[in-house]
Structure formats: structure tokens, C-alpha cells
């Protein structure tokens, strides 16, 4: 039988252009909601995987209210340092890129909008509360008015912190406009004025490359175009590309579980509770366990998260007096400072104003509420049943009353609790005396008679 060698020579080329077409190919991402660990996790996670597969381009759909600084930046050095191009696209049409995704759009090599896009208010949100921006003071009276002679007085100590974060921002994005050529005066006045534009004032203004209306009008767009990385120019051949779309492991999707403020919030109090019950009332096992894990998953979140110690700590204080109020009962007043602590430290909880990371106020309030009526009713009623006499099992027999059921002298029988029991008694008793159990062994109860004068609701059958 003759050898031809055409059928495997034919398989070795096509599994070479697969390989060329896959390493030509688009990779695709997407980006949604506010920014903060977990996507920048997802963001690198991308790169990683567009490299490995030697892609031309990762085009990150975006759509994002902004987020964490940190977050912020360390996707932008992950942009910068990229070994190949990265483009930011807006989209779909009414999609924003607002504040920490105006820095990302200004880091990206290219960037480009959908049309019934916007971007812009990249001011920088302070820790700790809103602040009035730096830049003039309103004078007192009309706009003709002497300016105010304290307005060249050094600024105040909030004022200060806030400045400074203001131009720290201000050359930050700056820097990354001359970095990619585009406009650092309009980057400027979002930072400082919070100014927003859309899509198509982006484009005419210099602060995005291209406007289009779907991924593959993009690529056509950017097919031949020329884009400069660390490691030196690259032109992309995007027309026709392949895309392959990369979506986030499990462990980012829990990381973006885990460090959302409303779920770390629950699972704190849910491992808070968890653990008071346990030690409230010991031998339960599951609200130990649940509360260990919901703990230490919060405590994962939290250091994943801008965090007030001091909210911590008052979270922690108001659970403690809503406890206390159980066990040492003050008319009401441990029970309604302890409330008062949980609103005000679940409050303050989350030390940052960034869109997206705040704890709703409903869930605090409805938190507040059900856990005042927890500690004060459930807690308050296993803690009296537990001092409460025992009424079942072996224990209840101890101290309980019963009636001879014959006259004997050390061996003989009792009726306890319409029982017939064998029972021993160290002196002389007669039928139908009254006698209280002070002991138990096996099935035999050592009793002694009652004294004179106590009461006896033990009947004889």
C-alpha cells in the first residue's frame, strides 16, 4: 500500500493557521458596576489571558459609576504595563464611565465610546465625608464684592486634606493624558469641576480615539492603527478578528461577593450573633460553627475594604449593650443605647464615599430594629428558661415531692409524679406521708421526710 503523506500534511496546516487565527483574535471582557478588588482582580485576570494566548488586543467593555482609588490604580498600572494593547470601550448605548472610569479611559491605549455614552465627575471623593471643593470662595454679597480678605489665609485643616487630594488627582490624570496624547486641560476641570461629556464632545474634544457603535465597527476602526506599549509600536490588523470572550473564575465572582459593604455588613452581625448564641447557650454547635465561618468571611471582606475602626468598634459595643440589657435588665436604657451605636457605627462602617460602596440605610434600619427585638424577646426568653427550674428528665426529680406508698423502714416504695418508684429513706415512714426526693440512684430515690408545715400537692392514686 503506497504512503501518502497529504492528509497529515493537511491537519498540520490547518491546526497552524487555527493557531495563527487564535493568536490574531480579539479577546473581550466586560466591566460593570463599581470598581473596586474584585475588578481589578477580573482586569488582570484578562491580561494574563490574553497574553497566554497571544491576542492582538483586549477590548474591555465598560460600564461602570466609578469606585475605590486603590482599585482605580492598580488596574491602571496593570494598563500601562501591559504586553499588549488594551481598548476601553463604553458601551452599550447609555453606558457611563464616570469618575474612576475616566482615569481607566485616560490610562487605556485606546479609548473609545458608543454613541448615548457619557464620562466625566472624576473629583476625588474624600475618606470620610464630603467636603466643599477647593478653588474660590463665594464672597459675601454680589460678585462685585471686595474679595474676602481671609481667602488668602492659609486654608483650614479639612480644606488642606482636601486640596491635596484634589491636586494629587489633578496630576494624576494629567499625567495620564500626556502619556496618550490627549486632552489635559478637559481632564483637569473633571477633576477639579467635576465636569461630564458625551460621547460625541468626547471625540471632538481629543479625550477619546474613536466613536462606534458596536464591538465589530470598533475593530474595524482600529484595524491599521498604530499603538505605542512599553515594549515598543504595534500595529493591530483587527478587521475581521475573532473574538473570545473572557468572563471572571469563581474566585473573582466570590471576591465580588465578598467585598460588596451589604453582604460583609451581614455576614459581621450574622457571625456576631452566631457566636453569642453559642456561648448563651453552649452545646448548639451550628450557631457556633455558622457564626466562625460568616466571621471570618466578613473579616476577609473587611480587609479587602476602606474600613472605620471606629464603626467596627461601635458595631461591637451596640451588639454588647443590647446583650447586656438581657442579662441585666435597665428598663430599657442598655437596649436603646446599644441600637443607637449599631445605627451610628454600621453607618461609618465603609470610611469612603465612592459610588457603590455604601451600606443602604434601609438594611441598617431593618438590622437595627430586628436585632433589638432579638436580644431583647429570643436572648431575653432562653436566658429565663435557662435559670428557670428544670421541669423535665432526671434533674426534675431532684427536690421534687412524693407520699409513702406503705410504712417501711430503709427499703420501700413511693408515688412520684403518679409513679410507683423504689425508694430509700434512713428513718421510719409511714403510708402516706409526705417525703422529697434529695437524691437519685439508678432507679432507686433517696428521700427524707417533709417537715411540718410545707406544702404537698403530690397526690396518692
Known amino acids: 500500500m503506497r504512503y501518502r503523506p497529504w492528509p ?17 483574535g480579539v479577546v473581550r471582557t466586560q466591566i460593570s458596576g463599581p470598581i473596586g478588588p474584585a475588578t481589578a482582580s477580573h482586569m488582570q485576570q484578562a491580561l494574563d489571558a490574553a497574553a497566554a494566548q497571544q491576542a492582538q488586543l483586549l477590548l474591555v467593555r465598560l460600564d461602570t459609576p466609578g469606585g475605590l482609588d486603590g482599585a482605580m490604580r492598580d488596574i491602571i498600572k496593570a494598563i500601562i504595563g501591559a504586553p499588549l494593547p ?28 458608543a454613541p448615548g455614552t457619557n464620562l466625566g465627575a472624576a473629583t476625588p471623593v474624600q475618606i470620610g465625608g464630603g467636603l466643599p471643593l477647593p478653588g474660590r470662595r463665594p464672597a459675601p454679597g454680589n460678585s462685585d464684592a471686595d474679595p474676602d480678605p481671609e481667602q488668602d489665609q492659609p486654608p483650614s485643616t479639612p480644606d488642606a486634606m482636601r486640596s491635596k487630594l484634589v491636586n494629587d488627582a489633578v496630576a494624576y490624570i494629567r499625567s495620564l493624558a500626556e502619556l496618550r496624547g490627549r486632552n489635559a486641560d478637559w481632564a483637569e476641570q473633571a477633576v477639579r469641576e467635576a465636569a461630564s461629556l458625551s460621547a460625541q464632545q468626547a471625540l ?41 470572550d473572557f468572563e471572571p ?79 441585666a435588665p435597665s428598663f430599657g436604657a442598655l437596649g436603646i443605647g446599644g441600637t443607637v451605636a ?25 438590622v437595627a430594629a430586628s436585632s433589638l427585638l432579638l436580644f431583647t424577646f429570643v436572648l431575653g426568653a432562653l436566658w429565663r428558661a435557662r435559670r428557670g427550674r428544670v421541669v423535665s428528665g432526671g434533674e426534675a426529680l431532684m427536690q ?11 427499703e420501700g416504695h413511693v408515688w412520684l409524679h403518679g409513679e410507683r418508684w423504689a425508694a430509700h429513706c434512713a428513718v421510719p415512714l409511714r403510708a402516706n406521708q409526705p ?10 430515690v433517696i428521700v427524707e421526710p417533709v417537715e411540718p408545715g410545707v406544702s404537698v400537692t403530690e397526690e396518692t392514686p
Not at 492603527?225 to 509600536?233: M, S
Not at 454600621?346 to 440605610?361: Q, R, V, Y
Open 204 to 244: 471632538e474634544q481629543n479625550v477619546i480615539d474613536l466613536l462606534a457603535a458596536s464591538d465589530a465597527e470598533l475593530l474595524e476602526q482600529l484595524d491599521g492603527r498604530t499603538v505605542e506599549l512599553t515594549t515598543g509600536p504595534v500595529t493591530l490588523a483587527t478587521a475581521g478578528a475573532v473574538l473570545q
Open 400 to 410: 421534687a415531692t412524693a407520699t409513702a406508698a406503705e410504712d417501711f423502714t430503709g
Open 8 to 24: 497529515g500534511l493537511l491537519a498540520l496546516m490547518l491546526l497552524f493557521i487555527a493557531g495563527l487565527a487564535q493568536a490574531d
Open 342 to 366: 449599631l445605627v451610628i457605627g454600621s453607618i461609618i462602617l465603609i470610611d469612603t464615599e465612592a459610588p457603590g460602596f455604601g451600606i443602604p440605610l434601609t438594611l441598617i434600619g431593618a
Open 249 to 327: 473564575d469563581w474566585r473573582t465572582r466570590l471576591l465580588a461577593v465578598l467585598t460588596n459593604p451589604s453582604v460583609t455588613y451581614i455576614l459581621l452581625l450574622i457571625g456576631i450573633y452566631g457566636l453569642f448564641f453559642e456561648f448563651a447557650s453552649p452545646g448548639g454547635v451550628v450557631p457556633g460553627v455558622a457564626g466562625a465561618i460568616a466571621l471570618l468571611l466578613a473579616l476577609y471582606g473587611l480587609q479587602m475594604l476602606p474600613v472605620n475602626y471606629a464603626g467596627l468598634g461601635l458595631i461591637l459595643l451596640g451588639v454588647g449593650l443590647m446583650l447586656a440589657e438581657v442579662f
Open 435 to 444: 417525703v422529697r426526693v434529695r437524691e437519685r440512684r439508678g432507679l432507686v
Open 86 to 113: 488594551v481598548a476601553l470601550y463604553v458601551a452599550p448605548s447609555g453606558a457611563r464611565a464616570a469618575s474612576a472610569g475616566t482615569y481607566m479611559l485616560y490610562a487605556a491605549h485606546i479609548a473609545a465610546m
